[in-house]
């Protein structure tokens, strides 16, 4: 019994230690995640099995030893009941031819009755011990499901959480694919006066937001920071976006700016004269000189 208590309470160390184990979460789970995770429930599956083969093959050696032990059973009963017809000890002394006879007949009951209690005792700690290993195999069998059980769920969560990834991922270079249309606020027109020529993209760029200086579209780099005006070479929505698309220079006006560092412009006079169009810009894929904020 306590040779029992003892395993259960290692077994359950065990437990806790594999259940117990690190993982990473779904919610920052790496790229690989889903792999490591669908590799360790491989494992766990594999060791399943093999603990489940373990406790059908105790399970048949206890069935073995209850069938020994049936018939250990009626050999005994079978001998008790020879034991049973046999002449008293009275008889047999008064039967004997000598007192050696008498003697060799009691010490050769006495043998039978010792091998019968030795068998019994064989047979029941044989069957003890196959219990206790049939026990052993039945709860580290439990505590490998449990896991496996715990790895199938963390599996879930990562293929889950990798799913969700991926839509987002797609659902943004969807949007950034996606022709954006020009704000509905913007009328055409600023309510201040615009000195650009009409349809090109220093005309359009004024109606977006005030321009003080004059000049094409490579000059406004030199003149904003004449007047005063802020630049750099990071898109923020509101800005002047400058650069040498043409030998005049072009500038387009950011109206958003996204997490991948690309950003978009509204624009005129690029893919034609007095043409509003939109397009997505991503670093290093134009003749960038800067921003103007």
């Known amino acids: 019994m306590v040779k029992r208590i003892a395993l259960l309470v290692v077994v359950a160390v065990t437990a806790a230690a594999l259940l117990s184990t690190p993982v990473t979460s779904a919610s920052a789970a790496a790229p690989d995640s889903v792999a490591s995770a669908q590799s360790r429930l491989d494992d766990l599956n594999n060791r399943v099995e ?12 206890l069935l073995q030893d209850q069938k020994l032990e ?21 008889v047999q002394f008064l039967q004997a031819n000598s007192l050696s006879q008498v003697l060799g007949d009691v010490s050769s009951d006495r043998l039978m009755d010792q091998k019968q209690k030795n068998l019994v005792l064989q047979m029941r700690d044989l069957h003890r011990q196959d219990q206790q290993a049939r026990d052993e195999a039945a709860i580290s069998l439990a505590v490998i499901t449990a896991s496996r059980d715990e790895a199938q769920k963390i599996l879930n969560e990562a293929v889950a959480a990798r799913n969700a990834e991926l839509a987002a991922r797609a659902a943004a270079l969807a ?8 704000p509905a606020a913007w009328s055409g027109q600023g309510p201040w006066p615009n000195r650009f020529a009409y349809g090109y993209c220093t005309w359009y760029v004024a109606n977006k937001r005030y321009i003080p200086w004059l000049g094409n579209a490579i000059d ?36 958003a700016v996204y997490p991948n560092g690309s950003w978009l412009v509204s ?18 894929t134009v003749p960038l000189v800067g921003f103007i904020y």
């Not at 949007?175 to 020009?182: D, E, L, T, V």
């Open 220 to 255: 406004w780099w030199p003149n904003a920071r004449a007047y005063g005006y802020a630049e750099g070479y990071t898109p923020q929505v509101g800005a002047v976006m400058v650069t040498r698309e043409s030998g005049y220079g072009h500038v387009a006006y950011v109206e």
């Open 70 to 90: 049936a018939d250990l059973n009626v050999q005994i009963a079978a001998l008790a009941r020879l034991q049973y017809k046999r002449p008293s000890m009275l």
């Open 50 to 61: 093999q603990a489940g083969g373990k406790v059908d093959l105790a399970n048949h050696k």
């Open 175 to 182: 949007a950034m694919q996606r022709p954006a249309s020009i």
């Open 267 to 284: 624009e005129m006079n690029f893919i034609g004269w007095n043409r509003v169009s939109t397009r997505i810009i991503f670093p290093g």
